[in-house]
């Protein structure tokens, strides 16, 4: 797609993230959506941010597969029927988009959008599974979308469409299912925190708020600058609930029919998506990791009289063949050297070539990172090497950034009107003693909000919580505490 | 997924071609779908055609971002404004679904699921293109399914929910428009017949059978073998209809304002999925090209005695780690060996490695073909690039086989009574003089039609039409024949 008039983005991220994060992502910014598309909460994707949601995809495909998962594509749509059939998970009818007409004739039955997969998918999870050597089953789901009628939408943080990818795994017993929870962890650190540089905690979730139909709910959370918790992934333990709904057994060794155990993982493509647009991005735009760049090298010519001009265009047009396998882009538009420097790190771009007369006649590029200040002469016949290394760079510098990043947006405090002060000033985690994680901590859970103005109990880490000390005293109603909560805003 | 108790195709494709194929796109086949899903049209992908799914999405991915397409995503819904703004195109309606609920309150305005994308992406279009210099626009959708109320359904062939991939351009004059048409055919040549083997022929179809708001349907059909014609693509010359109905307009050297030309074309996922089980496959089961195969090798454990036991089947493990790069699957399931040649035989994969004791003391394999009777042996420091060229070798045997299919199934005649007659006895193409392809002839289409019990007007071919011979007169109002066409039944 052509190169728009670009105006660049007005605000600093650290002064109106909220503002920011709509500049980027739109025509002014990077051009990742259009929002003009005239439904709510629908928007279309536009091909940059469509090449990097692409690699998202490849990298829990390829992680997923090697966990043993198989690809399936089910139907968009659910009956009414089974999307009742669990009935907690039944929950999700007042979200649900209906079908109830085919041209001018109305349908015998409505059907709906499927707002997720587990009542789309068991019921032929029951007719396949039959005996022990079925088991464990391990399906997904990769580049779909899912529907739910959200009344505030945003892009890439929630939507009425929304990209979806999920894994859905039945085992003859609870072991296996809790085994399954632990790689699904795995994975989310191999690939959103070791390749995509987004950092989050893995939490358990309090059981007021669980997936519906769930026993428990895993799920990760990072933050936004604003300090609002984004939830990236989750992973359920559904134990034999569905298998109860929707008849999911298997005859065990001794002929013995038997419930299975199930559980569903759910990285948010989106959300991860909106993390590293968040998280890494600064004030010129967006910073992406090296391997995820559609493009990893933009090469821009430099040059102050036309006699130079031909010469300097020959060697990058010769620069951008040498570097196709980074995807290297010659900008040979009218525009000048400052506005397509400002443009590609706009884009992202990793590493951009700058080439002037004097480098083509010493045979040298001039190469600028888009996380360093410095730039760097690079000779020719090393740069294909130079230039992985700089990738390399390029990822520390962003992980690096990250992970201080998140390390500084968590505060402890057992005092509620100092936990109220820092959900209020602080943008981040607050870690502090509450009373439990059970049901009866909801009613905790309500006041909390309601004193802070959306205040959120996301759970207990999984790794490693730390524990309630002798005394502690849960910071809402004062009653002993089991557990060291964290409490963030929600986006 | 596990394997299950595999009863086998109990009817010959030449004897009942339809039989045939619901078996073994079935669980007593090749279990590729599951129709059991409940809602009519709407059917569940396994994982062994999902692999090969993504395989020919990939080919035409890769194509057509070399021919410089990029990657977009709109939302699967459109506004009931949209779809009408074309007036031919609204033609669609009657196929359409509708979405008038969310939870239980009734949209203000209902939005309908994309029967195709034009009236989806041309909105946008039409805010995108500016000037000149945004010319040639080219994106494309892939990976998706689009929905039409079709009453007859079937999988791969006509579904309501079904695989689509789509490329829409928009160029500055019509030339430009034509040139990418011929694009299109090559990257069906590209894809469709030079890798995935299944033969076609492009027509430019008769005026009565364009697309709903095209000046011009370039369409390409095979054949089943029971001689009814698939259409596996279709390229459409929009011209400037869909410019006018959605404003897309660009500024052109002069400043003046201009209506875009534009096409856009669509491969039929399923329909060129169908065309391989349907053109490939024998009585044994599938036979897919050597790259598309899920898993290219098999290897299958023959052994007599208890003790040749773990030898044996050390070997075979080696064997499959050595051979990873070809997805290599050593079976080491209970079936005995013969109900495993029958099951990698029904899945279509290429190369069956035996290894028997004998096999195991000479450091060899015996290595069988999907498409060849005769076995050979194969050394194991060789056994890699054996296989590379045995790939070469099935793709040759499939290439002839497919090659000389196509070949016998055209017939000529300048007789309607011959033409009826073949069309009900020869399975395939009939080619015969035509009054035209104008709307004029649509009156003799719909004549031979019903005379023939349901034979379709393909068009002339795009590439080497015939030309009617002085004194030719159409075979079925015998008025002067300006076309040579094809005639075949449609699926």
Redesign the interface.
Known sequence: ??EKENKGITVKKSDNFSEWFTQIIGEQGANLV?I????QG??????WV??ML?RIYDYLEEEVEADGH????????I?ED?LLEEKEHAGF????????????ETLEK??A?RPTGETLIY??YA??VRSI??LP?K?YQS?I?V?R?EKATRPFLRGR?FMFFETHDVFRNHKGALKQIKTDMKIMDKVVWRKLKVPFIFFRRPQWDKFMGADDTYASDTLNPDGRRNQISSTHDLGTNFAKAFNIKFRDEKGEEQLAYQTCFGPGIWRIMAAIIAIHGDDKGLIVPFDMAPKKVVIVPIYKKEEENEKVREFCRKLEKHLKSFNAHFDDSDHSPGYKFNHWEMMGVPIRLEIGPREVQEDQVTLARRTRKEKEKAKLPFLKKRIKAAGKEIDTDIEKNASSYFKNKTKSTKNYDELKRIIKEFRGFVKTPFCTTKMAGEECADKLKADTQGAYVCGTPFKNPDRPKEGDKCVVCQKPAKSIVYVAKSI
């Open positions: 797609m052509s259009d003009r598309f005239g439904v629908f928007i279309v994707h536009r091909p469509m090449h692409r198989e690809p399936m594509l089910f139907p968009t749509v009956l089974n009818m007042p979200d649900v988009f209906w079908i109830t007409k085919a041209g001018s409505p059907i959008l019921p032929s007719l396949w050597s079925d089953l399906g580049r979308t529907f009628n469409e």
